[in-house]
């Protein structure tokens, strides 16, 4: 194992953690909790889904993001766990960040998604050879 990976993958797997927690846990650092997640996704144009659909995907939400984070800090599931987190950035970025014109909120995500992007097709060409 390389150390520059795994320093990436504990950094990359604790801001997911932390971020699947603190959808759960409002207030832990920081967190904001379910229902003011579901409450985003109602204003960020998934209203259509009612008020048991967007807590349903804010739970699902932060348990994959969870999760992912898990798998990333232990190395498993790599590939799977990285496109998982690209998808996440570009969802956050078209749901979120876009409409709200806060440029760097969305160079940061673009960025992400292209990171997470590349190490999931990095990983999955490992799987094949």
Request: aromatic share 10%; no cysteine; hydrophobic share 60%.
């Amino acid at each position: 194992m390389k150390i520059g990976n795994l320093i990436i993958r504990i950094g990359i797997g604790l801001l997911f953690v932390w971020g699947g927690v603190e959808k759960f846990i409002e207030g832990f650092m920081g967190g904001v909790g379910l229902q003011a997640v579901a409450d985003l996704f109602k204003s960020s144009g998934l209203a259509f889904l009612g008020d048991t659909g967007t807590y349903v995907l804010s739970v699902l939400l932060a348990t994959l993001e969870l999760v992912a984070g898990i798998l990333v800090l232990l190395g498993k599931q790599l590939a799977y766990s990285y496109a998982f987190l690209a998808i996440v950035m570009v969802m956050a970025f078209v749901l979120v960040h876009a409409p709200s014109g806060n440029w760097m909120n969305m160079m940061i995500h673009i960025a992400l998604a292209a990171i997470f992007m590349g190490m999931a097709v990095e990983e999955h060409s490992k799987l094949r050879n």
